[in-house]
Every structure is written in C-alpha cells, then in structure tokens.
C-alpha cells in the first residue's frame, strides 16, 4: 500500500510570483499531516493542487495513488475536503447539502440514507439539520463542511484552515471529530494550519511551509527536539547584534536567534545556563527587561528555519477574547 | 458535547453519470426558487404590467390596420418579457463567490452539468412563469388558431428561447463571478425586446426602425409566435422562430461553454 500524498518538486507559479516552490513531501496513510505556516506561505495552493481544483506549474503529485494532473477524477473519488470558510450554499439545508453531495458521489439512495444517519452525529446540531444553512453558526458550518466531505467514505480528508476564525469550544470540538475520523475511519488528513497548538496536539508530523517552501518536517517532537532541550527567552533593551553575540560565545547555547527585541538561546540545560545568558547579557552592555526560561515550542522552530515568529496565536487569542465577549449565541446554536 | 462514532460502511463513491448530474443540480437549483422570490416576482409583474398598458396604449389605435387582434398581437410581447433573462445566474455568482462551486468541482460532478443543472431549472421556470401569462391572454379573449398543440409549442419556444438567451449572463457569471457584471447582461435584454416589432406590426414601421427589425432575431421569434396565435399552423414562420432561436444560440451557447471552461480549468 503506497503513500496517501506524495509530492516531487511540486511548484505553482502565478505570473511572477511562486506561490509554491519545488515541495517534496510524503503522507503516510493513516496519518494526521499538519501544513502549517502563516497566511500567504502558499499552504491553500497546495492544497488546491493536491484537490485537482488547481494544476501545477511544475512537478508532479499522486494522491490516493493516482496522479493528480492525468487523472483528477480518480483523485476526486478518494479524496474528500473542506475548504476555508466552510463552502456551502446557504439556502440549502444541511440535510439537502448532504443528500446533494452523495448524489453527485454516484451513491444510491438507500446508501445516501444510511451515510447520511453515519455522518450527521458529527455535525451535533439535531433538528438544524432541517434547517437552512445561512442560520448555522460557524461552529456548525464547519462540522456540515466535514460531515459533507465524509459522504462518498473518502481515503484521504483534505482540511483547509479547519479551525480559522472559530472560537475556542468550537475549535476543539473540530480537533476532535477530526481525530475521531482519523482514528475511527482510518482516513488519512491532510491538515493546513496557522495554529502552533493545532498543528503541535492534532498532527502526527507537520511541515513547516514558508513563502512557499518546505522549511522544515516531521513530528512536533523531533522539531522540537531540534531546537534543544530547553529555550531562553530574553527581552532586552540595546543593541541586538551585541546581545546576539554574547550569547552566541557562551559554551552552553546551542543556537541563537534575535527578533526585533527579543532573543532566544537554545540551550541543553535551561536551568543551569540562564544565569550565564543574563550574566552575558549585562557585561555586553544589554538592558536584560524580561528572562524567560521554558520548553521549545513549534514557534521556535518556525523562527528557526523561517527568521520570523508565527503570531497567528495571538490573533487567535484576541479573536477568542473577543468572542468571548461577544453577546453572540454560543457558537453551537442555529441563530435565529 | 455528544460523543460519536463514525463508522466505516464500505459505501464507495462513483461517478454517477451525466444525466444524473444534470438532474442533481438541476434539483437544487429549482429547490432555491421558491427561497429566492425577489428574483421572480418582477419576471410576473412586468410582462402584466406591459401587456396591460401596450393594450390599453395601442389597441385602438393599432386597431385601425386590416385584421389586427392587438391583443393577440401582445401575448407573445408579454411571453418574451415573462421569461427573457430570467436565470439563476445570481445563484452561480454566490457559488463563485461563496466557495460551494469549488465544492462541488471537488466531486467527480461532470464539469458541464454544472452549466446544464441552472439551465433545467431555469426551462421549468419559465414555463411556469409563462403559465399565468398565458391564462390572462385567455382571459382577455386571446385564442390559439394552432389549438392545444399550438399552445405547447408556444410555450416550448418561449422556453427553449429563454435558455439560449441565458447563455449570457451564466457566460458573464462565470467569467466574472462578479453580480453586479451579470446585471450588465440586461443590457442586452433592451435592443433585444425593443428593436423589433414589440409595438405595432413591421408594416406599420417606417424609416431606421424598419431597417433595424430585419437584422434582429427576436422580430422571427414574435412572428413565429404571433403566427401560432393568429394564423395556425404556419410553417414557414415556424421555422424562422426557430432560426432566430438558433441564431442567438450560436453566439450565447459558445460564450457561456468557453466561460465554463474557463473556470474549471485548474489553470
């Protein structure tokens, strides 16, 4: 049994601009595969290629075994997906939707009965199910949008952006589902984030893409790993390239990176090297504001390979607390 | 939250085949009709409203020339004006723009279903639109010189006419993706309907109008139309009906088709 996705040299251009460059990757079947990287790092072309809904510029992509530029409809057979914001047509019902969606998957009627009694559990909105989808939450689009592409019992679950703009019960309750069809089902997902926590508790391994390259991969573990055992974080006033290389010099920094006014030493042994990177820091000179002692993190590894910090979460933090404090109905609920 | 199990069936899916793709799109889009009236109340007011003020205008006064039933003579005016440019068009663009038209390009959907599905729905609409149309001509005293089988042809014109006119918008709607670019498609819809015989009869025009009518399909189409009314069973106009039909497919047909191809192209 082959690989779920395997891409080679795969490459999308659009003009001038190269929205993906030349990515190697392989999917195991059975495995969560993260693709995380930040809005613009060319994680939606991909998967648009791998979807058949795109053709690649260059290289060549299999998905399920068959290859997605000579025979797109054999991929699209194997294949389900969700797309971002949760594509559907608001004046359908949700019931409709699905009947819709097996229809056009050849299935039979009797079969549309019974995938569709297999898949409405997921989507826990009840007699919403009736209802037209414009009154669905954005929770409940989402969980619709999954359930839909379960209808034909795809192989491989493409999840574009799953969680985007949800709040927080919601997004766990995605998370959940998606390991359930994941562990349930045996399908293969395929999954793009810009979500460090999503990518780092769903994915069995993530790639890290950026500006369109395959910066780093495997499991959250192994590229933690690569950072060290553990990370300082140092908050500093002055000069940087000073900093930098005070910290640099020190035997127990295994590497050293600076962003804007923060800099980040990993080290193997945090709590015995941070007295030595604060001790650095002030005899370069460096106003030491904040010193951070913690366990790496993909954030790390995204400064690492990529020179720039994934900040999604933090939007996300705030788009939660806004949420939070919205007086919309909890997001699981038909509106009105 | 409930806990689920999602369990393997063994269901596979399949192509299902063109026509049932047709007929599955087709489906939805008749089933977003009667969640979309403001789309069809005008396609039911304007030809009345038309129909009602050209008689009440004209009738005395076109009346004068030998063996004018105006009346007659209007039915097909307000039948044009019932059906023409009513599509779901708008309903393509909210796909476009929505994402659910990448949805259903991610099925093994055969990619000109996608096309055909508004067109069966839009030919069911405006065979319905054309019905009241029809019962108010009746009404007033209209009657078919070409009888009960007269009247279905009548209305499968109409019909077969109002989706090859269609092939415009749907060609703009696909190109564009944009609603309010589709609304440009109305522009069409006013030398079409007004550059021909929609008033009085073509021997009663005189001067650049007269010349104009001649190059306009829809004058073949009215014509056709009036003759199943007034005159029987009339092949010759029958046929020029036909021709227009044809004529204005041949330009629409093809745009939407490439503009169809266009978007699912992967390119």
């Known amino acids: ?336 | 939250m409930t806990t689920t199990t999602v369990t393997a069936s063994g269901i596979r899916g399949k192509r299902a085949g063109f026509l049932r793709d047709v007929m599955s799109l087709g489906g939805r889009a008749l089933r977003s009709i009667p969640r979309d009236p403001e789309s069809i109340i005008p396609a039911l007011v304007i030809p009345v409203f038309f129909f009602a003020v050209n008689v009440g205008a004209l009738q005395d006064l076109t009346e004068r020339l030998p063996g004018l039933d105006y009346k007659a003579f209007q039915l097909p005016v307000a039948i044009l004006f019932a059906v023409t440019g009513v599509s779901r068009a708008n309903i393509l663009v909210m796909d476009i723009q929505g994402g659910y038209f990448d949805r259903l390009a991610l099925t093994p959907v055969n990619r000109l279903a996608m096309l055909l599905g508004f067109m069966v729905a839009d030919l069911a609409l405006v065979l319905a639109l054309s019905v009241p149309v029809l019962i108010l001509g009746f009404i007033v005293g209209v009657r078919f010189e070409s009888g009960p089988l007269g009247v279905l042809l009548f209305l499968g014109i109409g019909g077969i006419w109002a989706v090859v006119y269609n092939g415009f918008p749907y060609a703009i709607a696909l190109k564009t993706g944009n609603p309010a670019a589709v609304n440009t498609s109305f522009l069409l819809f006013m030398p079409a309907m007004f550059l021909t015989t929609v008033f009085v009869p073509e021997e009663a025009l005189t001067g650049w109008m007269a010349e104009v009518i001649r190059f306009n399909p829809v004058t073949y189409l009215l014509s056709g139309l009036r003759s199943l009314i007034t005159e029987g069973w009339d092949l010759r106009e029958i046929l020029r009906a036909l021709a227009g039909v044809a004529v204005v497919a041949a330009v629409s047909m093809p745009l939407a088709l490439w503009a169809l191809a266009g978007r699912v192209r992967r390119a």
């Open chain 1, 1 to 336: 049994m082959g690989h779920a996705v395997v891409a080679e040299q795969l490459g999308r251009r659009f003009g001038s601009v190269v929205a993906v460059d030349a990515v190697d990757l392989t999917v195991a079947r059975g495995e969560i595969y993260g693709f995380l990287g930040p809005n613009g790092a060319g994680k939606s072309t991909m998967v648009r290629m791998l979807t058949t809904l795109l053709l690649p510029t260059s290289g060549r992509a299999t998905v399920a075994g068959q290859d997605v530029v000579r025979d797109p409809v054999q991929v699209r057979l194997r294949i389900g997906a969700a797309l971002q914001d949760a594509a559907l047509d608001p004046k359908q019902t949700g019931l409709e939707l699905l009947r819709l969606q097996g229809r056009l998957y050849g299935l039979s009627s009797s079969d549309i009965k019974r995938r569709v009694d297999e898949v409405t559990p997921l989507m826990d909105i009840g007699a919403a199910i009736n209802r037209q989808i414009r009154t669905y939450s954005g929770g409940m689009k989402r969980r619709l949008d999954l359930a839909a592409s379960l209808m034909h019992n795809p192989e491989i679950i493409f999840l574009d952006e799953p969680t985007t703009g949800l709040d927080p019960i919601s997004r766990t309750r995605v998370w959940d589902e998606v390991r359930r069809i994941n562990q349930d089902l045996g399908a293969t997902i395929f999954l793009t984030t810009q979500y460090l926590e999503e990518a780092d508790i769903l994915c069995d391994r993530v790639g890290i893409i950026d500006r369109g390259v395959l910066a780093a991969e495997g499991t959250p573990a192994e590229l933690k790993r690569s950072i060290g055992s553990d990370v300082i974080i140092a908050r500093f006033g002055g000069d940087s390239e000073a900093a930098k290389d005070a910290v640099g010099a020190l035997p127990s920094v295994q590497r050293v990176s600076v962003y804007e006014n923060e800099l980040s030493a990993s080290v193997t042994n945090g709590a015995g090297s941070i007295s030595g990177v604060a001790l650095a820091l002030s005899q370069a000179g460096v106003e030491v504001l904040e010193l951070t002692l913690r366990t790496p993190t993909l954030d790390d590894v995204f400064l690492r390979v990529t020179g720039a910090h994934l900040q999604q979460d933090k939007q996300l933090e705030q788009a939660d607390d806004q949420q939070d404090g919205a007086s919309e109905p909890a997001a699981e609920e038909p509106l009105k």
